[in-house]
């Protein structure tokens, strides 16, 4: 059951002398219900773009150009008693919602869209241990949260509910008479957690969820989510760029580079049967505690500044692999199981396949090989300093 | 440690320490408190050979940057002795100073702070080179930055000699701090997180530069890092710190694959990986790095151990002691009391103590009752305890519903001590490596006192 | 001989190749500057004012000794009694002499003072500015790269000794002892501007020694000497150049204060001069095209030294 259809989605922040940024270019992908979809990609490659314009955090200057957001949800104000969307709001063309119920998040202005938040969609920010309120007891910050977005409920019930949460984060339910600065690191970022699920959301987008907290907390933040989504089936999308991390909480996954998916699927077969010039190279620089002897290969040349991008792929310039088609046109989403078996690059149709935005998508076996040794990379010549 | 070099080593640290805030302000004099230092590095010991690639890995507050620093003279230690091939390095004369700061440089984390935005590539470059009185003139000078500047992988190097830090990216800018670094051909570089700034993709680049360097110049790293992976791919050797002490120290491989010391177990296990993906196991180790300013007594990690050792005359099993030990000290941070059990047994010390007894661990390590209640309680019956040690508890929860929670605190520490509380663990070698945990010097359950020159702690 | 000019030409060579990333620089700077129609303004001004400065004779209409209906000197007749009743003159265009800005009580032109003044206030605004940064800003620096330590601390007492000292009576009892010269006024004036100076660069260089290129100069071997002027001044400088055009600003102000007062210097033509002059001789409310100008420079040349100053900030302090 699809929770979030992301449909061409390009979103751009302007800039003086009358130029955008193209921070997020015609993405596509789907989050089911119940499953971890991960945005992978370093810095700039507009995964947190696209993840805060899902609940329209954008800073001022940041707009949805042109595609949409559809999720399996409606206002309050637009359902019948069953929580569907009612009939004639499907109908009437005014509405963003679709036949089959889905809602476009995009079109939605301010006012509709705080209806989504943290009772459909939660966030949890980067630094988050940051984002409590020091002159509030936290208790009471998760209380107002759900206060403020199921207004029928009462006080002792929402204390009661925000109680329960701490709880289950595994924070004792008399902390909640505490302030921030008297929780520790981790445990101020299980409070976010327990804010975040207060509304009991469908979809939960965690930014940087591990950053900035030392490796054994990290681990038991990590196992956090995985006990959350076990507990209320929540969807979560996980944006780092961090990619061992994914490789352990991700059901399926997204690379992103320079505002383009450069490939998306099932998180085993991106790992396992990579087929994108720069998930290779991604790979082949990360180290692993595991292994004794490795070699690592980093990807020479910078990410790409995306103001006015010039046509072609994205990764042209760094990627070794690149041929003529590359330049012209930055390559579509092709199927990578048929181009495996049939040997030749078909477009994807399905969005949850295993996808990949490469031209040499047909010649996988030898990409592969050929991006773990280091002389393939080192030895291009990057026209960009 | 390996010792298979004939020479002097390189680097000697002995009992190193390093406090902060010794003094205080007049009102606290006044007031006859005594001053709380902040002990940053406790009494660290570790030699380094020329040609080796040491890491330094721990997490926040471990003490690795002050450590770091120490090496280099940017700090005095309190106590104890540093020795750079054999000169002690607290009492230099001028000439003997001069020397130590042409052979030691430091490579440092942030590559945007770390280069003076009013001095270009060539004058930070060649600054060491004038400071050391280096090259003949303005010409030989800039020779000589242009061949660094070739070698750490910044070529066309005259492109890059007049250009300002803010005209350059992250891994140029670190770079140019390699450079800056190498320029008069030092013998031991301390790096201090040199590739945590950068983007992800570039670090590998950095890091096999200087895997490079190290052979074209003939170099001796220490390696500081909280990224056990990047500790693991570019050091033979590394020492693992926790609040200011060495825990353990020894090959990296071995320290990996078979750790000895609790915390370093916990570390390499916390760490996420492509290879182990969801297999991984998680660590085993309760609560967070506690402020360096308070540290607790005896062995620092006592408090989150998981191997905690009970002591002589424990009947029960390892495990049941752990958990009394944490209810101990849930009692003694005021984190159990009549809110903590559910409204309809609020009375009932039984169900304290069950809720006390628990282990703020991941899933695979708790019991089956902790795990179907979501962390809430455990079966009592279940936890192998002495029954006069039952009982003690018992009577703890009895004293925190009336109100008492001083003597049930004081009840707990008489009841459940331990050597990890009172002792603090001096490093020992056991199977080549040094580690300062009880477990390891005789300190068993069972065993008499066999411990040689332990110190103690209050 | 060939080799001699060859050098000497190799020399002027890496002189150049020294100073070209600092040209460039300087010229982005400049570009930055320019963005703010204010410091243009002020820098327009500060041209006009430096140009009177040091060729007065090029602008002003008559030289100061000019005389109205005797013109220049020597003067060969007196003024009768009818002309000196017609004196202060308001502006005339020809008849019966040209004064743009009409005279003084005494038949000297306003226009032509006023430019020949400009030399005046321009030498004490810069002078003074000048002064209190060679004293504040190495003082500064000083006192916050050992901050907390005893240094710091004598210097931040004299400080805040200083502060005690009231400003114009200060100037007026110095000034009354050591006499009224322009070399007093400027003492004087630098005297108590160099404080805020020195707090503000003191503030600056304690949080700048804890960078990390601070610390790498240190690993490097430098000695604090170096590290304060070579490696930390550097950074400094830009808010010592707004402070420089700052107390400028406050030195041209507190001369003219002085003058008015009665306290300037008489044998150099200044704006403030002029002030006390119309004071002096009653016609304050009569003279306007006498009273006006003056004070319409002075604050002209004010307003420039703290436009240029804003514009500074701007540019070594980008928000962007």
Known sequence: ?385 | MDRTDDREPLVEVENVSKLFDMSQGVVDTVLGRDPNPVRAVDDVSFTIERGDVVGIAGESGCGKTTLGKLLVQLYEPTEGSIRFDGTDVTSMTTAQEREFRQRVQMIFQDPFESLNPRMTVYDTVAEPLKLNDIGEGYDDRRERVRDVLNDVGLAPAEVYLDSFPDELSGGERQRVAIARALVVDPDFVVADEPVSMLDVSIRAGVLNLMKRLQDEYDLTYLFISHDLSLIRYMCDRAGIMYLGNMVEQGRTDELVEDPKHPYTEALFDAVPDVELGDERRRANATGEVPSPRNPPSGCRYHPRCAHIIPPDGWTGSQEAFRRAFQFKLKVRRGELGPGSVDEGVADDPEELVAHGLTLDVPDEYQSRTEVETGGHRVDLSAVDLPPDARQVLLDAAQSIFDGDVESAAAALDERFTTVCESDRPAPRPADGRDVACHLYDGGGPGATDSRVGAPTDD | MATESSSQQSNVESLKERWRPRIERFRRGWSRFTEHRIGVLGLVILAVFTAWSIAPSLFAPHSTQWTAYLGEPPHDARLTAEQVRSLPHAPAFGDPFFAPLGTNANGNGIASLVVYSARTAMYIGLAAGTLSSLVGVPLGLISGFYGDTWIDETIQRFVDIMYGLPFLPFLIVLVAVRGITTTNIIIGIAVTSWLNNCITIRGETLSLRERAYVEAAKVGGASDTRIIFRHIMPNVLPIAFVFLAQDAAGAVIAQASLAYLGLADFTANSWGLMLQNIKASGYVFEAWWWLLPPGIMLMLLAAAFYFIGFSMEDVTNPQR
């Open chain 1, 1 to 385: 059951m699809t929770l979030l259809e992301v449909n061409d989605l390009s979103i751009r922040y302007r800039v003086d002398d009358d130029e955008a940024v193209h921070a997020v270019d015609d993405v596509s992908f789907s989050i089911e219900r119940g499953e971890t979809y991960g945005l992978v990609g370093e810095s700039g490659c507009g995964k947190t773009t696209m993840a805060k314009s899902v609940v329209d955090l954008l800073d001022a200057n940041g707009y949805v150009e042109s595609g949409e957001l559809w999720f399996d949800g409606t206002l309050p104000e637009w359902e019948d008693e069953r929580g569907e969307p009612r009939r004639e709001i499907i109908e009437d063309d005014r509405y963003p919602v679709r036949e089959d119920g889905m809602t476009d998040l995009a079109a939605l202005d301010e006012t509709q869209i705080r209806d989504v938040r943290w009772r459909d969609i939660a966030i949890i920010p980067q630094s988050a241990m940051n984002s409590l309120n020091p002159v509030y007891k936290v208790g009471d910050q998760i209380t107002e949260a759900i206060l403020r977005h199921e207004p029928e409920t009462t006080k002792a019930e929402a204390d009661e509910r925000a109680r329960d949460l701490l709880e289950r984060v595994g924070i004792e339910p008399d902390r909640a008479d505490d302030y921030a600065h008297q929780f520790s690191g981790g445990m101020k970022q299980r409070a976010v957690i327990a804010m975040a699920m207060a509304c009991n959301p469908d979809l939960l987008i965690a930014d940087e969820p591990t950053t900035a907290l030392d490796v054994i907390i990290q681990d038991r933040i990590l196992e956090e989510l995985e006990n959350i989504q076990e507990e209320f089936g929540v969807s979560i999308l996980v944006i780092s760029h961090d990619i061992s991390v994914m490789a352990e909480i991700c059901d399926r996954m997204a690379v992103m580079y320079g505002g383009k998916v450069m490939e998306s699927g099932r998180k085993d077969d991106i790992f396992e049967e990579t087929a994108n010039p720069y998930t290779l190279g991604l790979k082949n620089s990360f180290p692993t505690i595991t292994q004794s002897e490795q070699q690592l290969v980093s990807i020479p040349g910078t990410p790409p500044t995306l103001r006015e991008p010039e046509a072609g792929c994205r990764f042209r310039d760094r990627c070794p692999f690149a041929v003529e088609a590359c330049a012209s046109e930055h390559p579509p989403m092709y199927d990578v199981e048929s181009a495996e078996t049939s040997g030749r690059a078909r477009e994807a149709t399905d969005r949850r396949s295993h996808r990949s935005a490469c031209h040499r998508v047909d010649e996988l076996e030898l990409l592969r090989t050929e991006a773990l040794q280091e002389d393939t990379w080192t030895e291009q010549t990057i026209e960009s300093r």
